[in-house]
Every structure is written in structure tokens, then in C-alpha cells.
């Protein structure tokens, strides 16, 4: 194990001594690719109109960019993975990436998608976490109708409450289980309808572990204050706070809602803005260790360095059960494996399912991609010098 000294992420042995060169190759490839932003922009348009028509291009897009970022389109097909992963010491969270969908039977098999997640990571310490989207589960204009309080219809209030079954039956079977399951984030206005669900579960899961995650995203410049006064309610009500903290992923899309309907933006002024927000929650869940599970899902480096040191400076172990680091599969691999190689609590996100399904996850990552375009290159730079060092060897 790497001393706390000598932990770098510079590490490229330790950062891809999983990975082939082959898949160096087309992680190569595909960064080269991500960071020409005019390609990713006509990409998703030319992708899904060749899909639609039946062009048969399933298979070039399984082979690169979809194994690249994710596990398979079936459980079975992740175990690759799965096994790949926790050889270097990284956990994985199974993410069923399917969203977008209207059909109540398609809701209910998703839940049951979700469960057989949970089931599986219940037999395997490698999968110590998942996770689900509500609207994997329930219909995003019905969700947009409660967080703008509109009055539903009675047919739109069973549908409500079928919704909340779902959720309800995914937390049962984790807790029932023992394993963790986040919900994750989504646009601001379907968010309070989400908070209010997540919290309702964390009320009646978490009261001896944590077994509900909620997802707050700090480019939001109201989540830190709701991170705060969220820990506060669970300490009054004597339940453990589930939190994973990022830093946000529908910034544009947020920001023009708010422009053409004429209301503030609810997203940060500026990136630093951002990070100092996430990096202020870092110390402020370290600080509340005992009330508060927390992953912290980054790429950032800074921040995981700072997290590094508030846990050494806070006397808090680095595989404490209440913090974890994440990061997405196919990215920041020089993060991941070289804080699980010393020691820390990691876990990736293994997005997977059938790749129509995927499409909408896959173009999120590339244009968030280049977003983070610094990083990116920086993880580009990376493994080149991996692979001028393996073909040295």
C-alpha cells in the first residue's frame, strides 16, 4: 500500500496497470475525440438519427465510446468489470441508465432492474454501493407538476403514488439488504419532489446506518446552505444524513431555462464559486463525520487532495464507512486507483443497459467532457505517457 507521502496522482503504473493496451489505445482515441467540441455537438444528433433509421451502428458504438464508459447492458455483461475494478481496490456502483421513459411498464421494470442490483452487490464487498434516478422510475412531467405545485388530477395522483411505491420498494429491499443505494440529482425543477422523497426514505432507513444517499449538487449556489440545514433536521430527528456531494451536471441546461422564462439562475456565478462551495461541504461533512455518510463524487483533484488532508488532520481513518470517493467509469482513472491504492474508501460508477437506452448517458459524459476540458487533457496527457512508457517495457 502507497504511504499517505507518496501518494501521487501522477501514478500511471498504479493508474492503468488494469487496463490493456488496447484499451489505452481507445481510451486515447475517444479522449482525442471528446475534446474537438464541434464533433461532440453534431455527435448526438447524427448518432440518434442513424439509430432511428436503422443504420447498424450499434456495434461500432458498443465497441468504443459504450465500452469505454460503461459495463455492458445486462448485469452479467458488467462482471468484467466488475472483477477488473477490484483488483486495483476500486469498488463499482451498478447504475442502471435508463431515463427518459413514459411507460408505467417500463417504471416497474426498472424498479425491479434496481433491485436486482441491490440483490447483487448483497453478495460481493466489491459492490458496496448503488444507485437510481427517479425519473428511471416516474414520469418527469408529473414530477415537474408537484415541485410547481399544480393540483393533480385523480389519474395523475395514483400514478403519484405508484411512484412512491417504487421508491419505497427499491430502499426496503437496500435496507432489508444492507447496502447503501444513492438517488441521484436531476434539473432543479423536478428537485424538490426528489429531496422530498429522499429525505421521507432517510427518515426510515437511516436511523442506525446509512442506507439512503441523496445527491446535492454544488454548482447549485443554494446546496450548500441545504446541505447544512438538511444535517441539522437529521440530527433533531436522530437519523443518519446520507449525502453525495458533486459538483453539478445540467449547467447549461439550467441556465437557459432560467434565461428564457425570465427567473435567476439558480447555478453558481462562476466555477470557482463552485468549488469553493464543494470543497467548503468537504470540511463541512468531515467536521460532521458522526451525523453524516458522504461520498464525495469529484473529479476534481484538488478537491480530492483536500479531502486526503481533512481526513488525516481530522484523526478520521481512511476507510471510515461514512466517506467514500467516486468517480465515473472510463474517467480520472489516475484518481480512483491511487487513492484506493492507498487506502481509501473508491467506488466507480458502472452506468450499463441496453445501448438506445444508454445514448442519452453516453452524450451527457461526452459534453461534460468537455466542459472539463483541462482535466481532460490532463488525463489525455497521462496516458500518453503511459503508453510511451509500456511500449519502452
Known amino acids: 500500500m502507497t504511504d499517505k507521502q507518496s501518494l501521487s ?24 475525440i471528446i475534446n474537438v467540441n464541434f464533433l461532440v455537438k453534431i455527435g448526438p444528433p447524427i448518432t440518434n438519427f442513424a439509430v432511428n433509421i436503422g443504420l447498424p451502428i450499434k456495434g461500432i458504438i458498443k465497441a468504443t465510446i459504450f465500452k469505454h ?18 483488483r486495483g481496490g476500486v469498488g463499482i456502483i451498478l447504475d442502471y441508465s435508463v431515463e427518459g421513459e413514459e411507460d408505467e ?14 440483490k447483487r452487490a448483497a453478495k460481493d464487498r466489491a459492490i458496496p454501493i448503488t444507485v437510481f434516478k427517479v425519473t428511471g422510475v416516474g414520469r418527469f412531467g408529473l414530477l415537474e407538476k408537484l415541485d410547481a405545485r399544480v393540483t393533480l388530477t385523480d389519474a395523475e395522483q395514483q400514478e403519484w403514488q405508484r411512484v412512491q411505491d417504487r421508491v419505497l420498494a427499491i430502499c426496503q429491499k437496500a435496507y432489508a439488504a444492507a447496502v447503501p443505494v444513492m438517488i441521484d440529482a436531476e434539473e432543479t425543477w423536478i428537485q424538490d419532489t426528489i429531496d422530498m422523497l429522499a429525505h421521507d426514505m432517510m427518515r426510515r432507513f437511516n436511523e442506525k446506518q446509512c442506507i439512503v444517499y441523496n445527491t446535492y449538487q454544488l454548482y447549485r449556489h ?14 433533531k430527528e436522530k437519523f ?23 427567473y435567476p439562475s439558480p447555478i453558481q456565478a462562476t466555477k470557482e464559486d463552485s468549488d469553493k462551495d464543494y470543497d467548503l461541504a468537504l470540511d463541512y461533512c468531515t467536521d460532521n463525520i458522526t451525523s453524516i455518510a458522504f461520498v464525495a463524487g469529484t473529479h476534481n483533484e484538488d478537491s480530492c487532495k483536500l479531502l486526503t488532508e481533512l481526513l488525516a488532520k ?36 458502472v452506468p450499463y443497459g441496453p445501448i438506445r437506452a444508454v445514448l442519452p448517458y ?32
Open 222 to 235: 443554494d446546496k450548500l446552505h441545504s446541505l447544512m440545514d438538511d444535517n441539522e433536521a437529521a440530527v
Open 105 to 118: 411498464l417500463v417504471f416497474d421494470e426498472t424498479r425491479d432492474e434496481i433491485i436486482r442490483t441491490i
Open 314 to 349: 481530522k484523526d478520521i481513518e481512511r476507510k471510515a464507512p461514512h466517506v467514500y470517493f467516486s468517480q465515473l467509469l472510463g474517467m480520472s482513472d489516475n484518481l480512483s486507483f491511487n487513492l484506493a491504492d492507498a487506502g481509501y474508501n473508491v467506488a466507480k460508477y
Open 9 to 32: 496522482f501522477e501514478n500511471t503504473e498504479i493508474a492503468f496497470r488494469h487496463a490493456s493496451n488496447k484499451d489505452l489505445n481507445r481510451a486515447f482515441w475517444l479522449f482525442k
Open 69 to 86: 464508459f460503461c459495463g455492458g447492458e445486462t448485469i452479467r455483461e458488467c462482471e468484467d468489470t466488475v472483477k477488473s475494478l477490484e
Open 362 to 393: 453516453l452524450f451527457r459524459r461526452a459534453q461534460e467532457n468537455t466542459a472539463i476540458a483541462g482535466q481532460m487533457s490532463r488525463e489525455l496527457g497521462l496516458i500518453v505517457r503511459e503508453n510511451s512508457e509500456e511500449s519502452y517495457n
Open 240 to 262: 443518519i444524513l446520507g449525502a453525495k456531494l458533486v459538483r453539478g451536471a445540467y449547467m447549461e441546461k439550467e441556465r437557459k431555462r432560467a434565461e428564457e422564462r425570465g
